[in-house]
């Protein structure tokens, strides 16, 4: 629940890296930017809240009071956001209702909304609440408008975050201030990405990709980041932007005789740009440009998002810290008083990187704080103050769960040690919309006091989720508690992927490469999960919230079937058995089968909804093609050639169980590979290879249209999966977790790839 300033300082400088100073005088904001969007997110009831700017307490804290009667709420807060934050502590502890992302339960509120008991002052325990990823505008939807960015921006708010990444037309400054060092237009478009692809090019990883894009594109896009960061302004919230650290094309000294550059080699498979050594005189003068022209469209703000030498990349000859420094001294020439937010991840930020810095300046979104046992943040990063973070989600995949034991119990210990340098949380899962249960707790950690007792949360959710306490929904969260909810931090911080998605193979462990080769919570409890839905009574099953949760329930659980039958159908391969292994890959195609019609019940279930906004950005029909082909090819090849796909092990990252792919691609590439193995099996012979390769490049570069519209009603599809797939045992009977339980055993893993 929100906010390092008020609307009027939003663009000035932070009084420091760890939040406003004790005692700092209240300052007046307009509360309109606030009903603005409780009216989008609750029209026919937000008349009913009276909304109040109230002074900072004096210890610096964002703070919220709730109080009222019947229809008569009133919210009082420290910043718009805050305020927002006051009225979703409201919905879902005395109105239960939920609006998450995604679903809502809002429809279930009565005409005159029920009074507040007691008032409630809600404090947030940490200045910096910080959302989102670098990948999020690839992998949660490059092609999405201002409406629904500015959707995600109220519930972000609603949920209390106050610092949001915003790279949505961040190719902008370099498009612009390139220009003035050798390059035309037409070769900066050409190195720019097209959409999906241009996080990893803000990185540092990649360029080019999709290219070129248009000027209309760039403008469209940069049009709606200007809005994006207006919007986070007036709600008093921080847009985190991209700064500059050095990035530049392959052949910037060519066009710039005597600049210092280092080449980066590879990421994966694909080329990366070249970094413009920042102790060289000649980068002060490109990242001036950058920030003026960044300034001129997106305005200022006080905190930037820069990750230098980000996975694998090399320093060649140059002085790290005097590198560092010399970012830093860039980006606060530009903007004074400004943060500098880096990714604590794989071994960043380094000790010489952080000795060159003022570390007062500096805030570390630590990656890693859910994932290992025997982190030590504090002697890492030297006192550099840091945000408590975890990614749950890697490339956007439509599985669910997080290691939340890990959260409650570590961000309490963490945050309350002595001398401690927690100063924030830092919510960033890959991509955004298949979580809703894992962003709600997680944000609950920067407003709770106390550590947060599981048990009482996961109770508390089910009621709000729903409109209202329902015996079967309880019973259903308290299983997905113990289950993809209660993972421990073992080396990953996502749960497996099922295996539909993955490439075929009868060993196949995972869809993406760096994902968990193994199960990591009892499959039972989602089964057990999806019956208790099924119980719940009629009045929760007409939410929104109900209606997505029991398709992602029942899809999760045929998702758990794909990794019971695989090794069922290898046996039987291996021991020659073709009855058998008939009978299983029938099995398995029945499941396909399900998986796509339980999935084609909701439109956030549709690989249609995410290709069908492309062509509004596109300037041509050329460009509309590849701008679809950028999206589709994110999903499935993720790289255009076969070293950038296969080689650099990038393909079916961000596998999806969505209708369309289910049955447009990843079925026909099992058939194909079962048919061949089939073959062999009845003539005695070694199985002909598939081109997996090929088969994934047709779809992505595939321009028929696909389904935007759901069919089918998802309580019948999801009590077909339920029918057709009993319970194998009984899952055990969840336990209440007591308060400060946390489950989690000391193994290392390997790291995921951003």
Excluded at 147 to 152: F, G, K, L, T, V
Excluded at 240 to 266: E, I, K, M, S
Excluded at 404 to 416: D, N
Excluded at 443 to 459: G, H, K, M, N, V
Aim: hydrophobic residues 45%; charged residues 20%; glycine residues 10%.
């Amino acid at each position: 629940m929100p906010v390092l300033l008020p609307l009027l300082l939003v663009c000035a400088a932070v009084a420091s890296a760890v939040g406003p100073a004790p005692g700092a005088a209240p300052a007046a904001f307009d509360t309109a930017p606030a009903r603005a969007a409780l009216g989008r997110l609750l029209p026919g009831r937000a008349a009913q809240f009276e909304l109040t700017a109230g002074a900072r307490p004096a210890d610096g804290a964002d703070a919220f009071t709730v109080s009222g009667t019947a229809g008569a709420i009133r919210v009082r807060g420290t910043s718009p956001a805050t305020l927002l934050a006051g009225v979703g502590w409201y919905l879902r502890t005395v109105a239960h209702a939920d609006i998450g992302l995604p679903g809502d339960s809002t429809a279930t509120l009565p005409p005159v909304l029920p009074p507040v008991p007691a008032a409630h002052t809600g404090s947030a325990v940490v200045p910096h609440r910080y959302a989102l990823n670098d990948t999020d505008a690839g992998y949660s939807g490059a092609y999405r408008g201002f409406a629904e960015y500015q959707h995600e921006i109220d519930v972000l708010a609603l949920h209390g975050f106050d610092e949001v990444l915003v790279t949505v037309g961040a190719e902008q400054p370099y498009h612009r201030a390139l220009q003035r060092f050798g390059y035309s237009s037409a070769e900066l478009r050409a190195w720019i990405p097209a959409p999906a692809h241009q996080p990893w090019w803000l990185l540092q990883n990649m360029s080019g990709f999709g290219g070129p894009v248009s000027e209309h594109l760039v403008a469209a896009r940069t049009a709606v980041g200007r809005r994006v960061c207006e919007q986070l302004r007036a709600l008093g919230m921080t847009p985190v932007l991209p700064g500059y650290f050095g990035t530049v094309p392959a052949d910037f000294a060519a066009r710039n005789p005597g600049a210092a550059v280092v080449p980066q080699g590879t990421w994966t498979a694909f080329a990366r740009d070249s970094w413009l050594d920042p102790t060289d005189p000649l980068f002060a003068r490109v990242a001036e440009a950058y920030y003026t022209a960044q300034r001129e469209v997106f305005g200022d703000s006080a905190m930037y998002k820069m990750d230098p030498l980000h996975e694998g990349g090399t320093a060649g000859g140059v002085d790290v810290p005097a590198a560092a420094g010399a970012i830093q001294r860039a980006l606060l020439t530009a903007h004074p008083g400004a943060v500098w937010a880096v990714l604590g991840w794989e071994h960043n930020p380094t000790a010489a990187l952080l000795a060159g810095v003022d570390r007062r300046r500096m805030l570390i979104v630590d990656g890693l704080s859910d994932r290992y046992d025997g982190l030590d943040r504090e002697g890492d990063w030297n006192g550099t103050p840091y945000a408590f973070g975890t990614i749950p989600n890697f490339g956007g995949k439509t599985t669910f769960g997080a290691n939340t034991g890990v959260w409650t119990g570590r961000f309490h210990r963490w945050r309350t040690a002595p001398g401690s340098a927690l100063s924030g949380i830092a919510f960033m899962p890959e991509g955004t919309g298949s979580d809703p249960a894992a962003l709600a707790l997680f944000a609950d950690l920067a407003w709770s006091p106390a550590e947060i007792d599981r048990a009482a949360w996961f109770t508390a959710y089910a009621a709000a989720r729903y409109g209202g306490a329902d015996t079967g929904a309880a019973a259903a969260w308290a299983q997905l508690r113990d289950g993809p909810y209660g993972m421990p931090s073992d080396g990953w911080s996502e749960p497996q992927d099922g295996l539909f998605t993955a490439r075929p193979s009868l060993t196949a462990a995972t869809s993406g490469s760096w994902s968990p080769p193994r199960t990591r919570f009892d499959p039972a409890t989602v089964r057990a999960a999806l019956d208790g839905l099924l119980r719940a009574a009629p009045e929760r099953r007409g939410t929104d919230a109900y209606r997505f949760d029991l398709v992602n329930v029942a899809r999760q659980a045929l998702a758990d079937e794909s990794r019971r039958l695989l090794p069922l159908i290898e046996r039987a391969y291996t021991e020659g058995d073709l009855r058998a292994f008939r009978s299983l890959v029938g099995r398995w195609t029945a499941a396909e089968a399900e998986l796509e019609r339980v999935t084609a019940t909701d439109s956030r279930f549709l690989v249609g909804s995410w290709l069908a906004r492309v062509p509004d950005w596109a300037a041509a029909p050329a460009e509309r093609d590849r701008l679809r082909y950028d999206a589709r090819s994110l999903l499935t090849t993720w790289g255009g050639t076969r070293a950038e796909s296969e080689d650099g092990g990038l393909h079916d990252y961000a596998a999806r169980e969505w209708s369309g792919l289910v049955s447009g691609l990843y079925a026909k590439r099992w058939a194909a590979y079962f048919a061949s193995l089939d073959d062999a099996l009845t003539q005695h012979t070694r199985p002909v290879p598939v081109d997996f390769f090929a088969l994934d490049d047709a779809w992505a570069h595939s321009t028929a249209p696909d389904p935007t519209t759901p069919v089918g009603d998802p309580v019948e599809a999801a009590a077909a999966v339920a029918a057709n797939h009993p319970m194998v045992g009984p899952s055990r009977p969840p336990a209440p977790a007591p308060a400060g339980t946390v489950r989690a055993r000391a193994t290392a893993g390997s790291e995921g790839r951003e």
